[in-house]
C-alpha cells in the first residue's frame, strides 16, 4: 500500500529565505506526486505535480519540487518564501487504479 | 464556476441528531471522495465513489453513509453524530491514475458536534 511521511510537522522561516519541505513515500512502483496547500480556513489547492519524465517539476506561486526515485523522495522548494505563503503543505501519492493518500502535513510559517 | 461545491461550510448541531453534507463536482470526473481533517490536520480517506460503486470505506463507523443520486454528486449522511465527528469534511474528485489528473477539492465543511 501507498503512504506519505513529512518529517518535519512545522517549519519557520523568515520572509525571503529559501525553503525546502520534505517528503518521502512509499510504493512498489513509480506513483504520481503531488503538493497541495492549503491555507487557514480554506480548501486544498494543488501546487504541482509529478507523473513522468522530466523530474525537476514547477508549479504555481513559484515552487518547484524534485523527484528523486532512488531516495523516494519529492521535496517541494522555493528560493524566497514570501508572508503569503504560510500555510499548511501536503504531499500526496496516487498511483494508476488507487486512490490518493496524504501525507500529514508540514506548517509552515514565515517570519516579516 | 466552482469546480467542486459543497455545502454547507459550517455545520453546529448537537449530539445525537442526523445531519447531512452536498457535494457536487463539474469537472466530469467518474470518482468523488470524502476526506476527514481532523484538529491536527491529518487527512484521512472516508470513501470513494466510482460510477455510483463503493469502492473503498477506511474504517469509517457505519453511521456514516455517502450518497450518489448521480456521477456529479456525492452527499455525505452522518447519523446519531457523536462528539468525536467534530472536524472539517472535505469532498474531492478525480480520476486516480489517470495522467495529469489530481484531485480537486471543495472548501470543506466545519462539522461542530456539541
Known amino acids: 500500500a501507498q503512504s506519505v511521511t513529512q518529517p518535519d510537522i512545522h517549519i519557520t522561516v523568515s520572509e525571503g529565505a529559501s525553503l525546502e519541505l520534505r517528503c518521502n513515500y512509499s510504493?512498489?512502483?513509480?506513483?504520481?506526486l503531488f503538493w497541495y496547500v492549503q491555507s487557514p480556513g480554506q480548501g486544498l489547492q494543488l501546487l504541482l505535480k509529478?507523473?513522468?519524465?522530466?523530474?525537476l517539476v514547477q508549479g504555481i506561486k513559484g515552487f518547484e519540487a524534485e523527484f528523486k526515485r532512488s531516495q523516494s523522495s519529492f521535496n517541494l522548494r522555493k528560493p524566497s518564501v514570501h508572508w503569503s505563503d504560510a500555510a499548511e503543505y501536503f504531499c500526496?501519492?496516487?498511483?494508476?487504479?488507487?486512490?490518493?493518500?496524504f501525507g500529514p502535513g508540514t506548517r509552515l510559517s514565515v517570519l516579516p | 464556476d466552482t469546480a467542486v461545491s459543497q455545502t454547507p461550510k459550517y455545520l453546529v448541531t448537537q449530539m445525537g441528531n442526523d445531519k447531512s453534507i452536498k457535494c457536487e463536482q463539474n469537472?466530469?470526473?467518474?470518482?468523488m471522495y470524502w476526506y476527514k481533517q481532523d484538529s491536527k490536520k491529518f487527512l484521512k480517506i472516508m470513501f470513494s465513489?466510482?460510477?455510483?460503486?463503493?469502492?473503498i470505506n477506511e474504517t469509517v463507523p457505519n453511521r456514516f453513509s455517502p450518497k450518489s443520486p448521480d456521477k456529479a454528486h456525492l452527499n455525505l449522511h452522518i447519523n446519531s453524530l457523536e462528539l468525536g465527528d467534530s472536524a472539517v469534511y472535505f469532498c474531492?474528485?478525480?480520476?486516480?491514475?489517470?495522467?495529469?489528473?489530481?484531485?480537486?477539492f471543495g472548501q470543506g465543511t466545519r462539522l461542530t458536534v456539541v
Open positions: 509529478y507523473f513522468s519524465g522530466d523530474t
Open positions: 474531492a474528485s478525480g480520476r486516480p491514475g489517470e495522467k495529469n489528473t489530481e484531485a480537486f
Open positions: 510504493y512498489g512502483a513509480t506513483p504520481y
Open positions: 500526496a501519492v496516487g498511483a494508476r487504479g488507487q486512490n490518493f493518500v
Open positions: 465513489y466510482n460510477n455510483k460503486e463503493l469502492i
Open positions: 469537472l466530469g470526473h467518474d470518482t
